[in-house]
Nanobody, 120 residues
Framework: VQLQASGGGLVETGGSLRLSCAAS????????MGWYRQAPGKQRELVAN???????NYADSVEGRFTISRDNAKNTVYLQMNNLKPEDTAVYYC???????????????WGQGTQVTVSS
């Protein structure tokens, strides 16, 4: 199983970015997909997640600015980030709770991380 994240970059305060993360491999079913971030010197934190029925959950710090969505047919999760602030600067990691044909127990898988930098 691989989670391939893309879409990070450098943007000015108030700008927008869209992250994508596609899961591939012998996947039977994906439960929750989400995005986490880790800034230098800080712990990794949940940004947002979405379950297979489309129910979403956001960190208070991004509520109203970020939107998470997913395409179940493509095993892909997206994070639309608007009105970005310098404090959003971090490495963003995608995460998927999924089961494979080889192992039907749901396990957490992580993408490689993509850097988001917001200049002031």
């Amino acid at each position: 199983v691989q989670l391939q994240a893309s879409g990070g970059g450098l943007v000015e305060t108030g700008g927008s970015l869209r992250l994508s993360c596609a899961a591939s491999g012998n996947i039977v079913r994906i439960n929750v997909m989400g995005w986490y971030r880790q800034a230098p010197g800080k712990q990794r934190e949940l940004v947002a997640n979405i379950d297979s029925n489309g129910r979403t959950n956001y960190a208070d710090s991004v509520e109203g600015r970020f939107t998470i969505s997913r395409d179940n047919a493509k095993n892909t999760v997206y994070l639309q980030m608007n009105n970005l602030k310098p404090e959003d600067t971090a490495v963003y990691y995608c995460n998927a709770d999924l089961a494979t044909y080889r192992d039907t127990t749901y396990r957490a898988y992580w993408g490689q991380g993509t850097q988001v930098t917001v200049s002031s």
